[in-house]
């Protein structure tokens, strides 16, 4: 398991325990249901997306970030290690990661996938899919995100997951809150409108809404995938990122979002993307990344 799980020590009874002393290394077969970390440490969609280079180093930062939080109440958790995109292998690594998410999902665990950039739905999705627990029932996708992630691009990035996935099957509801107008471009839009993805801009999230949003998505899929773009929010609480957001959307509503999916018992994996520590202010995105996975995690209702 990687050493970045470590932090203070104040005792080892319930009382006292931090997200490092909960963390054990994951064999097959571990508690179901309990949580599941896998790292995907990749940049090669965002250089492909002509971004700024570093979200390799994301995956162990979240886990630094993470392991000093307490806990509120007993918790067991499992790290199941970092896949590692080297060279130019992308796809190769996408489909690994795909065959990890798989078995976690297929051995009852919830698998929470720390990126990496946003390459990592690609792969996040093909284990979803591929998994035994997922057949017959009706996949949602909910994106975090200031941008579609449709680009028409031939090339595989961080900027066509969504694209490629809607292209290959026509079972999947795609959504997403967040979108920033000036960072999309028209055919963007002309793609989600021929897709039909449901969406609400950056500037139309008022707390309301973005519930009412939420439970209606909900309402219309058996099972949920989160995944969240750090580049959401804005710029003062995330900088770490490629793409910073000059306006974004509030933590409050996002950790609002977070809330309702995890209690509604159709969350069944969550993935984190595009944090970038090279480009961090005082781990700021690291840290408020990380207690987003605490409240999801924490909070989380097991799927039926």
Known sequence: MTSAWTGRVDGTTPEHLRW???????????????????GFACEEGVRRNKGRLGAAQGPDALRRALSPMALATP??????????????????????????????????????????????????????AGSHRTKGRTLGILNLDAHFDLRPDPIPSSGTPFRQILESVDNVRYAVIGISQPSNTK????TADRFGVRYLLDDECEPARVTDFVDDFLAGIDL???TIDLDVLPASVAPGVSAPAAYGVPLSTIQTVCDRVTSSGKLAIVDVAELNP????????????ARLIHRIVTRHVPIG
Request: charged content about 25%.
């Open 20 to 38: 490092h002393q909960a963390v054990a290394p994951y064999e097959s077969g571990n508690d179901a249901g309990a949580c599941v970390f896998v």
């Open 75 to 128: 918790l067991r958790a499992f790290d199941a290690g970092t896949i590692a995109v080297t060279d130019d292998r992308l796809e190769d690594g996408q489909r690994r990661l795909g065959e990890t998410v798989s078995e976690l999902l297929d051995d009852g665990a919830f698998p929470v996938v720390l990126g990496g950039g946003h390459e990592i739905a690609y792969g996040t999705y093909l284990g979803l």
């Open 187 to 190: 055919i963007l839009f002309d």
């Open 224 to 226: 949920l995938y989160l």
């Open 278 to 289: 090279s480009l961090d202010i005082d781990n700021r995105t690291a840290r408020t990344a």
